[in-house]
């Protein structure tokens, strides 16, 4: 392969990754009139993007986090719109089944304020469950910003949109190598399929970070965090619309985890539950617009990710979903195994690894929750410290 460069080639930004986070990257460029590449080494997105539950659980964010998740939420929305995937703002739910859940949830009632977490009462939770439910459910509450997607659809749209758009050129399976700085403010990317110029490249490959650019893994202990995941047949005519969240999310997620409640919580489930937390649960699920349920997830860390999905794993998982849902057995309709980037020291990164060049992972498991949040910070750092100049 001829590894000359055409000037047609030359665009604004080149991206690699077609996951969320680059997408998102794209359409902020797009939107700032910049011409992108957006490169992949897959002939569609296949990552997490597509393997996780769609929920963009903004409410339970705090700190910077929940001011780009808020950003992000809008994003989801008018890409929804504009890129004709379906998006559900109808909050999340959170239930309490014991009464250090109740607490976490009054606590962050009180300094949230009721219109953004309405505490419910145990019959409306059952409600919300489409009158199914545990029956030691105590109370809920309702996290009015939480919004959702269904991630399969949702990463497949948003591509075929920005790949309609004349701003944007997409090259699927073509993987990067690597970035060549040759000066007059444009770099040149080596990948499969040759060389590309490009005046910023933006790196979004999740939790191969370690592959193109080690040293920057390395320095943020970078490692992969794999969870089992499964899709479970419906219980008849069941609708759920919010996303649905557990005692366990409650010691994930950073607005529930920071109450006062939360340390007692953490020691009620690891007297009542500690099966769901020796997998590290967060007892989720969302259900599809097909009305399929997705349920998870357990969490283990690791540079390397074991291929062999452990039965016993997904067993405690679906016995609690089922005693979640109030229901028998569930039908298992899928199995699959997701991998995120988790760093211990941060939440996500945005890093230049060399001229021209940034690295962008969210390294915490919300990638679907700040993206575009993510995407218009990454573009402010860039356009302050101007080195990002147009080329076309
Ligand atoms: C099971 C699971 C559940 C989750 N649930 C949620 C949730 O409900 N809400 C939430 O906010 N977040 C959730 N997350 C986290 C979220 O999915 C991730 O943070 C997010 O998808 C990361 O997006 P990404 O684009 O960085 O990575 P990915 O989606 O993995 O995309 C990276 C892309 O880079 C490409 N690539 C890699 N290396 C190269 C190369 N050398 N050359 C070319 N292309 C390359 C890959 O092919 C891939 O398409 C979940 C994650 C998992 C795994």
């Not at 990257?25 to 490169?39: K, T, Y």
């Not at 569609?44 to 705090?62: E, L, P």
């Not at 994930?252 to 539950?273: G, H, N, V």
Request: charged share 20%; glycine share 8%; net charge negative.
């Amino acid at each position: 392969m001829s590894e000359s460069i055409s000037p047609f080639h030359d665009t604004d930004v080149l991206i690699v990754g077609a996951g969320i986070i680059g997408l998102a990257h794209a359409a902020e460029a797009v939107a700032r009139g910049l011409s992108v590449r957006i490169i992949d080494r897959d002939a569609r997105a296949v990552g997490a993007s597509i393997r996780n539950f769609g929920h963009c659980c903004v409410t339970a964010q705090s700190g910077e986090l929940l001011e780009l998740a808020t950003v992000a939420r809008e994003g989801w929305l008018r890409h929804s719109k504009l890129a004709g995937f379906s998006s559900l703002a109808s909050g999340g739910l959170a239930v309490a089944r014991n009464s250090q859940e109740v607490a976490v949830l009054e606590e962050l009632c009180a300094s949230r304020g009721a219109d953004q977490v309405q505490l419910i009462t145990a019959a409306a939770a059952h409600d919300q469950l489409g009158g199914l439910g545990d029956a030691a459910i105590m109370a809920g509450a309702l996290l009015r910003d939480d919004i959702r997607v269904d991630p399969r659809e949702a990463v497949a749209k948003l591509a075929n949109w920005l790949a309609r758009s004349p701003q944007v050129t997409f090259s699927w399976q073509t993987s990067y190598f690597g970035t060549d700085d040759d000066g007059a403010q444009r770099s040149t990317v080596r990948t499969s399929r040759g060389s590309f110029r490009a005046s910023r490249v933006i790196v979004c490959v999740g939790h191969d970070l370690d592959y193109v650019h080690p040293e920057l893994a390395e320095s943020f202990a970078v490692n992969r965090c794999a969870l089992q995941m499964a899709l479970v047949r419906p219980p008849a005519s069941l609708r759920i619309t919010p996303a649905v969240l557990t005692g366990t999310s409650m010691l994930r997620y950073p607005a529930f985890a920071e109450t006062a409640a939360a340390a007692e919580l953490k020691q009620e489930l690891a007297a009542k539950s500690p099966e769901l937390l020796a997998i590290d649960a967060n007892l989720m699920l969302t259900q599809r617009p097909d009305g399929t349920l997705i349920i998870g997830d357990s969490h283990h860390t690791e540079s390397t990710v074991d291929p062999f999905l452990s039965e016993d794993t997904q067993d405690t998982l679906l016995r609690a979903a089922a005693q979640l849902l109030g229901t028998g057995d569930l039908q298992v309709l899928q199995r699959w195994q997701g991998v995120y980037a988790s760093s211990p020291h941060q939440n996500f990164l945005i890093k230049d690894v060399q001229a021209n060049v940034s690295a962008v992972s969210v390294t915490s498991g919300i990638g679907m929750t700040i993206s575009f949040g993510l995407a218009r910070k990454t573009f402010d750092q860039l356009e302050n410290a101007p080195v990002l100049s147009k080329i076309s």
